[in-house]
């Protein structure tokens, strides 16, 4: 018997599956139960930021482990406070407080609860090409197709287009229109929806997994000001992006703004073990200084999840993983692969940003017609599973979504294994290019 097979799996149809069974690794290699190394270009799901088994967070994890593994979170906690202030230090202007959450999806419902207490409104806006996560609220403002089965229309979301050049909604043809008129309609939205209804809008600052989307110049600064202008708080959601995946700490700095409330997981320990918080303004922390806020976690800010962000904080600034990351997107994967663009004309786009990339996957170039449709069936899918199996074939871990193979090693993956990851893909690519019409 597989034991994977008793295992009810999310987001995939249940039965049965051929994935490889890992058991072990080290910096950016997996290893599976035959042996077979694996090269990791997914970083799992963009949180192995460090890679497997960083000694400097696993000797962290240790270390709690002999001292106290867990603790109710309504006690104090040295390793809880030492995280909290690490986070801090990092973290924009005026987000002086960490409630911590088990992961990025809890970290977004408490950003948008606290937004909804403090203003007094109910409405939160999200863009279309968002994933925020699968618990009610965050999959209600979820814009992309995941949210479709679950959507009952009652959790008070509003969507909008953010920008998006190679699929413009506006119809623009440079970086500069498409950031005015994204933000001239999402101006529009929120007139029309009402300012005094709405309490918060929550952004991926670059979107990940719905398109690996960076925003252009100027756009996050004007939904900073469009926020102030309506007394809008401002959500930063940083799960993916955050802890120098860009190329900077978090992915709002790029842009030099801060939001009011910041929602993070993921890359804050390398997913060692699961974590993720909201960092608070002052003003907002304020207000709760006068009324208790309603809720909480059984494991918020366990130790042992404390102390691998501990140990990993401290390793990325002994590292530089920040400037590595910028590295990695300006040097290696950036150029790797746009190059791969010239000779694959199933590839329509190229995009990212530091250690975060997408390949977009075409039928046609001119017609933009995706490799696989958005929520396709099995059949309709197989071109991107066929990507995704010559890969494995191959010795490379993909993260493949939609009709887009998304590149996101871990932050210290090596110039050999990057170019290495790089000239697998060339190959993968064959595949999709049988598929053009």
């Not at 069974?21 to 080290?26: A, C």
């Not at 603790?71 to 990092?90: C, F, K, T, Y």
């Not at 618990?135 to 979301?157: E, N």
Request: some cysteine; overall charge negative.
């Amino acid at each position: 018997m597989n034991l994977d097979d008793l295992v009810f799996h999310p987001w995939v149809v249940q039965g049965p599956r051929e994935v490889p069974t890992l058991i072990g690794g080290s910096g950016s290699h997996v290893v599976d139960v035959d042996g077979r190394r694996y090269l990791d270009f997914s970083s799992q799901l963009v949180f192995t930021n460090l890679g497997h088994q960083h000694p400097r967070i696993v000797a962290a994890i240790k270390e709690q482990a002999d001292r106290l593994c867990t603790l109710a979170p309504g006690h104090a906690s040295d390793v809880r406070g030492e995280a909290a202030g690490l986070i801090i230090e990092v973290a924009p202007e005026h987000l002086g407080h960490v409630l911590f959450t088990t992961g990025g999806t809890e970290a977004i419902e408490h950003a948008v609860r606290m937004a909804r207490l403090f203003t007094g409104r109910p409405k939160v806006l999200a863009a279309y090409r968002s994933y925020h996560g699968s618990t009610t609220t965050s999959i209600h403002l979820t814009g992309d197709p995941r949210r479709w089965a679950s959507d009952t229309g009652t959790a008070g979301a509003v969507h909008f287009f953010g920008p998006f050049l190679y699929r413009s909604a506006f119809g623009s043809s440079t970086p500069e229109e498409e950031c005015e008129r994204a933000l001239a309609h999402l101006e529009q939205v929120i007139l029309l929806e009402g300012p005094s209804t709405i309490a918060g809008l929550v952004l991926e600052s670059v979107v990940g997994s719905s398109g690996v989307i960076a925003p252009p110049s100027g756009y996050l600064r004007g939904v900073r000001e469009l926020c102030d202008r309506h007394g809008i708080v401002y959500i930063a959601d940083e799960v993916m992006v955050g802890f120098c995946r860009t190329g900077a700490w978090f992915g709002v700095d790029h842009a030099g703004v801060a939001p009011d409330l910041m929602a993070f997981a993921k890359g804050v320990n390398s997913g060692y073990v699961p974590l993720g918080g909201v960092l608070v303004s002052d003003k907002i922390y304020d207000a709760f200084t006068k009324r208790p806020y309603p809720a909480g976690m059984t494991y918020s800010g366990h130790p042992l999840a404390c102390a691998a962000a501990v140990g990993a904080i401290n390793a990325m600034h002994e590292e530089g993983t920040a400037a590595a990351a910028a590295r990695l997107g300006a040097d290696i994967l950036g150029p790797g692969l746009r190059e791969l663009a010239g000779k694959h004309p199933s590839v329509g786009d190229v995009r990212g940003i530091g250690g975060l990339w997408s390949l977009e996957l075409v039928r046609n170039r001119h017609t933009k017609e995706p490799l696989v449709p958005a929520g396709g069936t099995a059949v309709e899918i197989a071109p991107i599973i066929a990507v995704a199996r010559a890969c494995l074939d191959r010795g490379l871990l993909p993260l493949v979504q939609g009709n887009r193979v998304n590149v996101a090693p871990p932050l210290n993956v090596t110039d050999a294994d990057a170019a290495a990851g790089v000239a697998i893909l060339d190959e993968a690519l064959s595949v999709a290019d049988a598929y053009l019409s």
